[in-house]
């Protein structure tokens, strides 16, 4: 099998978000960065899949030349080769995204043959756009499943179990096909020190993609306001007894 893995550079979460002063991308300089976590899954099920059935896995970025971590991060886990699709850090929309991923797997597929299968988050930890696995696989022509939480691949078919409502729909599409997964489809391995070392040698074809140009408009971005938190103190000591047991009693618990 050859399986190709879409992933993207996000700021690890728990961060506290601020914007630029122009308020038209995040402030990077004090975040960390990783792997969008449903995407992790998908690098994760596509090592176990070449495990199983033998073949190639290769992973791909669209980002800053800073991404190229992300991409020794997925090879440390086992991923064969990369293709860094780098930009100048600015955000592609996803019509711009999926042409540039799109002209870069039919420049692999010339030189090495078609992709069994295409795995990508079901949506970006940053943006949230729930786009690109759609836009693309209809680009390519390929069918397409969402959301999934199984994937198992039987002969020329790959079984897709989707979560809904107490059970699982089942969806089974003809290969080559392209899939979008969520966390907890699987528990991502974690790099050994010994892989990061052969992640070290492992090839990266780094091109710049040509970016489309955009037919929306950003206005500007805003950081939601956190709900407010307070604390009363009841008492010190003994003293605090009586109005902790007034307390409970207004919430119903004593």
């Given at each position: 099998?050859?399986?190709?893995?879409?992933?993207?550079?996000v700021p690890?979460?728990?961060?506290?978000?601020?914007?630029?002063?122009?308020?038209?991308?995040?402030?990077?300089?004090?975040?960390?960065?990783?792997?969008?976590?449903?995407?992790?899954?998908?690098?994760?099920?596509?090592?176990?899949?070449?495990?199983?059935?033998?073949?190639?896995?290769?992973?791909?970025?669209?980002?800053?030349?800073?991404?190229?971590?992300?991409?020794?991060?997925?090879?440390?886990?086992?991923?064969?080769?990369?293709?860094?699709?780098?930009?100048?850090?600015?955000?592609?929309?996803?019509?711009a995204t999926?042409?540039?991923?799109?002209?870069?797997?039919?420049?692999?597929?010339?030189?090495?043959?078609?992709?069994?299968?295409?795995?990508?988050?079901?949506?970006?930890?940053?943006?949230?756009?729930?786009?690109?696995?759609?836009?693309?696989?209809?680009?390519?022509?390929?069918?397409?499943?969402?959301?999934?939480?199984?994937?198992?691949?039987?002969?020329?078919?790959?079984?897709?179990?989707?979560?809904?409502?107490?059970?699982?729909?089942?969806?089974?599409?003809?290969?080559?096909?392209?899939?979008?997964?969520?966390?907890?489809?699987?528990?991502?391995?974690?790099?050994?020190?010994?892989?990061?070392?052969?992640?070290?040698?492992?090839?990266?074809?780094?091109?710049?993609?040509?970016?489309?140009?955009?037919?929306?408009?950003?206005?500007?971005?805003?950081?939601?306001?956190?709900?407010?938190?307070?604390?009363?103190?009841?008492?010190?000591?003994?003293?605090?007894?009586?109005?902790?047991?007034?307390?409970?009693?207004?919430?119903?618990?004593?």
């Amino acid at each position: 099998m050859k399986i190709l893995v879409c992933v993207k550079r996000v700021p690890l979460t728990g961060g506290k978000m601020v914007l630029t002063a122009d308020e038209q991308a995040l402030e990077t300089k004090h975040l960390g960065f990783t792997i969008s976590p449903h995407e992790e899954c998908g690098v994760e099920e596509a090592i176990r899949l070449v495990e199983a059935h033998g073949g190639e896995s290769v992973v791909l970025t669209l980002g800053p030349a800073e991404a190229l971590e992300q991409l020794r991060d997925a090879m440390a886990m086992g991923i064969s080769r990369a293709i860094h699709l780098e930009t100048d850090g600015g955000e592609f929309d996803p019509e711009a995204t999926v042409a540039a991923i799109a002209d870069a797997i039919a420049a692999d597929e010339a030189a090495s043959g078609p992709f069994d299968l295409i795995f990508l988050g079901n949506e970006s930890a940053d943006s949230g756009g729930y786009q690109v696995g759609l836009r693309l696989a209809r680009r390519l022509g390929r069918p397409c499943a969402t959301g999934l939480k199984g994937v198992v691949v039987e002969g020329a078919q790959v079984r897709c179990e989707q979560e809904s409502g107490g059970g699982r729909d089942v969806y089974t599409l003809p290969l080559p096909a392209v899939v979008t997964v969520l966390e907890g489809l699987n528990l991502p391995r974690y790099p050994s020190v010994p892989g990061r070392m052969r992640a070290k040698s492992k090839p990266v074809a780094a091109t710049a993609p040509d970016r489309a140009a955009s037919r929306l408009e950003r206005v500007r971005l805003v950081v939601p306001e956190g709900k407010a938190k307070q604390a009363e103190v009841l008492g010190t000591g003994a003293d605090a007894a009586g109005a902790v047991v007034d307390l409970l009693e207004q919430i119903g618990v004593a």
